[in-house]
């Protein structure tokens, strides 16, 4: 979150933000050494330039991570909602194990990113706030979805590890 907030502020929009291009920085040589958990952004070669009201357009990325505005046939502003549809994306894929909008084919997968409601499966239980925080990211209308400078704001996301803990002991008792 905060490499691509510290873009934002800088007017730059990843536009291809996908779990493939969020990595580790280093990986341990062997197992008793200490893991670098720092995470890095790769693969900027579609980015676009965002800065006080003047857009570039383009319409490019990896399909399942697209927010439906960019797939109503005509390029759209590099605006940072885009990337918070991803981060959404990647959010629900890293929690349920699977993309919350694919079809069996690209026509499908289209048609269910510009219509389809968000679907939680039930065998995999998560927190009221984590459902509402993914669905506040994939709000289908750019306007109303969530900036990310408001989710780095909540609660949700400062949350130290013992707080998060206290939360997720207090749903599930």
């Given at each position: 979150?905060?490499?691509?907030?510290?873009?934002?502020?800088?007017?730059?929009?990843?536009?291809?933000?996908?779990?493939?291009?969020?990595?580790?920085?280093?990986?341990?040589?062997?197992?008793?050494?200490?893991?670098?958990?720092?995470?890095?952004?790769?693969?900027?070669?579609?980015?676009?330039?965002?800065?006080?009201?003047?857009?570039?357009?383009?319409?490019?990325?990896?399909?399942?991570?697209?927010?439906?505005?960019?797939?109503?046939?005509?390029?759209?502003?590099?605006?940072?909602?885009?990337?918070?549809?991803?981060?959404?994306?990647?959010?629900?894929?890293?929690?349920?194990?699977?993309?919350?909008?694919?079809?069996?084919?690209?026509?499908?997968?289209?048609?269910?990113?510009?219509?389809?409601?968000?679907?939680?499966?039930?065998?995999?239980?998560?927190?009221?706030?984590?459902?509402?925080?993914?669905?506040?990211?994939?709000?289908?209308?750019?306007?109303?979805?969530?900036?990310l400078m408001d989710f780095m704001e909540t609660d949700y996301y400062r949350m130290d590890d013992e707080s998060f803990k206290k939360m997720v002991d207090t749903h599930y008792e």
């Amino acid at each position: 979150m905060n490499s691509i907030n510290y873009c934002h502020t800088r007017g730059i929009v990843h536009r291809d933000l996908k779990l493939e291009n969020v990595i580790f920085k280093n990986k341990p040589l062997f197992e008793d050494d200490e893991q670098d958990l720092t995470i890095k952004v790769i693969d900027f070669g579609i980015a676009g330039v965002c800065d006080n009201g003047k857009t570039e357009k383009q319409d490019a990325g990896s399909l399942c991570y697209m927010p439906p505005e960019t797939l109503m046939g005509k390029a759209v502003d590099a605006a940072p909602s885009i990337d918070v549809w991803a981060i959404g994306i990647m959010f629900y894929s890293l929690l349920y194990g699977t993309l919350p909008f694919y079809g069996k084919g690209e026509d499908q997968t289209v048609k269910l990113i510009k219509t389809a409601p968000v679907k939680y499966p039930k065998d995999i239980i998560v927190t009221p706030q984590t459902r509402e925080i993914i669905t506040r990211m994939l709000e289908k209308e750019p306007e109303k979805r969530l900036d990310l400078m408001d989710f780095m704001e909540t609660d949700y996301y400062r949350m130290d590890d013992e707080s998060f803990k206290k939360m997720v002991d207090t749903h599930y008792e």
